[in-house]
C-alpha cells in the first residue's frame, strides 16, 4: 500500500507501507500508481516527495510475488508515469534503495539520500537484471563504466559514493523526509525536462567496445547486454531489449535457485529444536565480553571477528610463543580488514592472557584448542571451576561430542557448540550446535551472536560432525572409491567444479591438508597402517578405502607439504601410486564419465542430508543448503544441495542412488534413505513442503 498525505501546504507526501522492507508488491504499485495520480490532480500540489515508512525507502520487487502469475499493475509503466509527471517528484531515500526501490528512485526527478543509506541494483545476484528502467536510465545518469560496475556486480554504494557517482542530488544528516519536503518547495515550477534520466543523452565513454567485451567475459552477459542497449539504442527500444533479456532470465534455474537461497539464508534465523524451543519464544542474553581459549589459526579468526563485533574480548593462550604470534597476527588481521573498509583499526578491545582465570568474568567463552577429547574434556573442567556460573560455555569442535563436554561441566545447559569455518573472520557460516541439555536461552543467544558477527547462524542439532562434515564424509568417501575404480584425482575434480565448485575433492583436501582427517580416522581407529587383502578395504562391515591413509604414510599431507593428491613439482607418483594400488587389491579400472562422478559424490551427500532431516538434527532443508552454499562451496546459483535435489526430482535421486547401491551392495549410503523414498512415494511433493511433511507427530507421510 501507499499512503498519501498533503504536507507543509503544497507538498503531496506519499509513503510506501509494507513492512518490513517495503518491497513493490502488486498492492504497493497500485496504491503508488492512485496516489500519483491524486497528488497530480490536486491544484492544492505543487511538488511530490515520495518516501518509505519505518526509515527504509524501498527494498525493491516483492520477490515472493517471483515464479507467480502477475497481479497488480506493472512497475515500468508506474515509473514512467511519475518520471512524465509535470509537478517535480523529489524520492527521499533513508534506509535502502535497492532494486526496484533504486529504479523507483531513478524515475523521480530528484533524489534525496540520508547519509547511512545504502543504494544498489542487486539483481544480478538474484539471476535477474534490473528491468524497470534501472539498465537504461542509470547508465545515462553515471556513465557505462559506473553503472556497468554497479550492475554486473549488485554491489550496494553508501550515500557518500552514491553522491559522488552523481546517483543523488543531496545526502543529509537529517531526517531525510523533511529535507526532501523543503527541498521539494525549493524546486516547485522549475523545468523538468533535463531531470527526467530517460531523456539524458548516455555520457560519451572512451574505448566502449573494449569495456563491453571485457564485462562480458566476466558472465553476466545479459546484464551488459541490456546496458550496451542504453549506450547505443533510444531510450524505447533499450527498454524493449531489457524487457525482453528479462524474459530470457526469469524463467531459469538459476534465478529460481538464487532466489531460493536469498529466502533460505533468511529461514535459518527462525530455528527451533525437537525439544520445543523457537526463535520467537527463546530470549538471547546480551553478551559484552567473551574469552576465547586457545590462538591457534581459528581461535586468531575467532577472537577478530568478536571484536569487530564490537564486543570485549579475552583472549587466552597458554603458550607464551604462540600468545605473542597470536597477538601479531590479530593486530595485523585488524589492520589489514579496517584497510579494506577505508578505516581505523578499533583502539584495542582485546586483552591478552596466559592464564585461563583471565576468562573468569566473561559472558560467553568460546574453546578452539586442539582438536582432541582428553584436552577439551579437562578444559571443559577447569572452565566450569573458573567462569561465572551463568556464563555460557561454547567449544568450536568440528565433530565431538558436544553433550559429553557438557556432562563434565556443573552446568551442562549452558554448554553448547560454536563450529566456526576457516577463515573464522570472514566466512559466513556458523553451525550453532545445541546438546540434548542446551537451554533454549543458550541456543538463542549463540544464534543471536552468529548474527551480531554478520554470520548466518544455523541451530543444528549433536551427531557426529553435525550436519556439514556429517555430509562431507560420505561425499569425500565416493571420491575416493571412484579414484580406486579407476578415476584420476584430475577427472574429479574437473566434474565438480564444471558442476560449480570453486575446488573440486581433491584440490579443497590438499589446501586444507590431508594430515587432518587423518588425525581423526587414527583416533576413530579406522586408519590402520600395514593391513593387506581384502581386510585392507573394509572396516566395521563396510566399504573403506585407505588411499587417504595411504598418501598421508607417504608425507603428502597436501599443499603444505609441497604435494598431496597433486603433484606440485612434475612428479608421475601418485598416477603410479594408483595404478599399484589398484593391482595390489586385484580392482580393474574403468573409464568413468562425468555424470557418475556428479551422481556418486553428489547424490549420497544428499542423501545424507535427506537423513539428517530424518533425525531432526536441523529444522528444514534451507539449514541445509545454508551450510552447503556458506561453509562448503556449494555453488550458490545451484541453491544448496536440497534446493538441486528438488530441481532434478526426487525421484531421479532416488533412482539413480539405488542402481549405484546395487553395483556396490557394500556402501549402505548409496541407498536412499527412508524419508528420500517417502517422499518419492508421496508424489514428490516440493521442498518449500518438506519441513510440513519431515515434521514428528504431524507427518504426513
Ligand atoms: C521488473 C523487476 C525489476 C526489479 C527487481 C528487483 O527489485 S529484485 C529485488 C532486489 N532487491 C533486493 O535484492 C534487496 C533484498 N533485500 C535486502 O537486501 C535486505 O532485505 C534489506 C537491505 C532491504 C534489509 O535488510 P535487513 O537486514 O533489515 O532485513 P532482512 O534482509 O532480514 O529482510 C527482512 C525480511 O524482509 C524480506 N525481504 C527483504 N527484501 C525483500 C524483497 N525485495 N521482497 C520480498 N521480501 C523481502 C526478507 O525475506 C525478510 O523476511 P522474513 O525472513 O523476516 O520473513
Redesign the pocket.
Known amino acids: 500500500m501507499a499512503q498519501y498525505t498533503r504536507v507543509s501546504g503544497s507538498v503531496g507526501l506519499i509513503t510506501l507501507q509494507n513492512p518490513?522492507?517495503n518491497?513493490?508488491?502488486a498492492a504497493v504499485r497500485l496504491g503508488i500508481g492512485e496516489a500519483v495520480q491524486r497528488a497530480l490532480g490536486d491544484q492544492e500540489v505543487q511538488s511530490v516527495v515520495i518516501c518509505g515508512q519505518n526509515g527504509?525507502f524501498c527494498?525493491?520487487?516483492?520477490?515472493?510475488?517471483?515464479g507467480k502469475e502477475m497481479t497488480g499493475p506493472?512497475?515500468?509503466p508506474m515509473i514512467h508515469a511519475i518520471e512524465a509527471a509535470t509537478k517535480p517528484v523529489v524520492a527521499a531515500i533513508e534506509?535502502?534503495a535497492?532494486?526496484?526501490?533504486l529504479?523507483l528512485a531513478l524515475g523521480c526527478h530528484y533524489r534525496i539520500s540520508h547519509c547511512k543509506a545504502?543504494l544498489?541494483?542487486?539483481?544480478v545476484?538474484?539471476g535477474?537484471?534490473?528491468?524497470?528502467g534501472?539498465t537504461q536510465r542509470l547508465p545515462r545518469l553515471i556513465g557505462v563504466p559506473a553503472a556497468l560496475n554497479l550492475i554486473t556486480t549488485?554491489h550496494?554504494v553508501t550515500a557518500a559514493e552514491a553522491l559522488q557517482l552523481g546517483i543523488v542530488d543531496q545526502v543529509t544528516e537529517h531526517n531525510a523526509v523533511d529535507v526532501a519536503v523543503k527541498f521539494a518547495l525549493s524546486v516547485t515550477g522549475k523545468p523538468l525536462h533535463d531531470r527526467r534520466v530517460s531523456s539524458l543523452e548516455c555520457p560519451a565513454a572512451p574505448d566502449l567496445d573494449s569495456l563491453f567485451e571485457e564485462a562480458m567475459l566476466k558472465v553476466r552477459v545479459a546484464c551488459v547486454q541490456a546496458v550496451r542497449a542504453a549506450a547505443t539504442l533510444p531510450y524505447a527500444r533499450g527498454m524493449e531489449r531489457e524487457k525482453a533479456l528479462?524474459a530470457t532470465l526469469f524463467g531459469s534455474g538459476q534465478a529460481r535457485a538464487l532466489q531460493y537461497f536469498?529466502?533460505a539464508q533468511?529461514?535459518v534465523?527462525?530455528w527451533s529444536t525437537p525439544g520445543g524451543a523457537r526463535w520467537d519464544t527463546s530470549q538471547p542474553r546480551p553478551v559484552r565480553t567473551a574469552a576465547v581459549i586457545g590462538l591457534g589459526t581459528m581461535g586468531r579468526g575467532i577472537t577478530v571477528a568478536l571484536a569487530q563485533a564490537g564486543l570485549s574480548v579475552v583472549a587466552v593462550e597458554t603458550q607464551a610463543k604462540q600468545l605473542t604470534e597470536a597477538r601479531k597476527a590479530v593486530a595485523g588481521m585488524l589492520k589489514r580488514a579496517a584497510v579494506r573498509r577505508g578505516t581505523t583499526p578499533e583502539p584495542g578491545s582485546i586483552t591478552y592472557s596466559d592464564q585461563l582465570q583471565a576468562a573468569a568474568r566473561a559472558d560467553l567463552v568460546i574453546e578452539a584448542v586442539f582438536e582432541d577429547m582428553e584436552v577439551k574434556e579437562t578444559l571443559f573442567r577447569q572452565l566450569s571451576a573458573v567462569c561465572r556460573p551463568d556464563a555460557l560455555l561454547c567449544t568450536n569442535t568440528s565433530s565431538l561430542d558436544v553433550d559429553h563436554l557438557a556432562s563434565q561441566t556443573r552446568h551442562p545447559h549452558l554448554v553448547l557448540g560454536m563450529h566456526f569455518f576457516a577463515p573464522a573472520q570472514a566466512m559466513k557460516l556458523l553451525e550453532v550446535v545445541y546438546g540434548a541439555r542446551s537451554s533454549p536461552t543458550a541456543v538463542a543467544t549463540a544464534m543471536q551472536l552468529g548474527k551480531t558477527m554478520g554470520k548466518v547462524s544455523v541451530a543444528v542439532g549433536n551427531c557426529r560432525g553435525f550436519a556439514g562434515n556429517r555430509m562431507l564424509k560420505r561425499y569425500l568417501e565416493q571420491a575416493f572409491f571412484l579414484l580406486e575404480e579407476g578415476a584420476t584425482p584430475e577427472g574429479v575434480d574437473r566434474a565438480l567444479e564444471e558442476f560449480g565448485f570453486a575446488m573440486g575433492v581433491f584440490r579443497m583436501s590438499d589446501l586444507s591438508g590431508l594430515d587432518v582427517g587423518w588425525r581423526v580416522r587414527k583416533a576413530e581407529g579406522l586408519a590402520q597402517s600395514g593391513l593387506t587383502g581384502p581386510s585392507a578395504r573394509v572396516r566395521q562391515g563396510r566399504r573403506y578405502s585407505p588411499l587417504g591413509d595411504l598418501l598421508c604414510e607417504h608425507q603428502r599431507f597436501g599443499q603444505k607439504s609441497g604435494r598431496g593428491w597433486y603433484q606440485y613439482e612434475p612428479d608421475p607418483w601418485l598416477h603410479r601410486f594408483l595404478e599399484e594400488y589398484r593391482a595390489r587389491h586385484g580392482l580393474l579400472p574403468r573409464r568413468i564419465d562425468q555424470q557418475e562422478v556428479l551422481e556418486r559424490c553428489l547424490f549420497v551427500l544428499i542423501n545424507e542430508g535427506f537423513q539428517i532431516l530424518e533425525d531432526r538434527i536441523v529444522a528444514g532443508p534451507e539449514d541445509i543448503d545454508a551450510i552447503y552454499v556458506l561453509g562448503y562451496g556449494w555453488p550458490r546459483h545451484r541453491g544448496g544441495p536440497m534446493f538441486y535435489a528438488h530441481m532434478v526430482g526426487l525421484e531421479r535421486v532416488a533412482q539413480r542412488l539405488e542402481h549405484y547401491h546395487q553395483a556396490h551392495p557394500e556402501v549402505p549410503y548409496l541407498q536412499p534413505c527412508g524419508l528420500l523414498r517417502r517422499l518419492v512415494a508421496s508424489g514428490s511433493p516440493p521442498i518449500h513442503r518438506w519441513r510440513r511433511a519431515i515434521a514428528g507427530p504431524h507427518s504426513q507421510l
Not at 98 to 101: A, E, P, R, T, V
Not at 120 to 123: D, I, S, V
Not at 128 to 132: C, K, T
Open positions: 518490513p522492507v518491497a513493490l508488491s527504509l527494498g525493491g520487487a516483492d520477490i515472493r510475488e517471483f506493472p512497475l515500468v534506509g535502502s535497492l532494486g526496484g526501490g529504479e545504502r544498489g541494483l542487486p539483481e545476484t538474484l535477474l537484471l534490473p528491468a524497470a534501472g549488485g550496494h528479462m536469498f529466502f533468511r529461514a534465523g527462525r
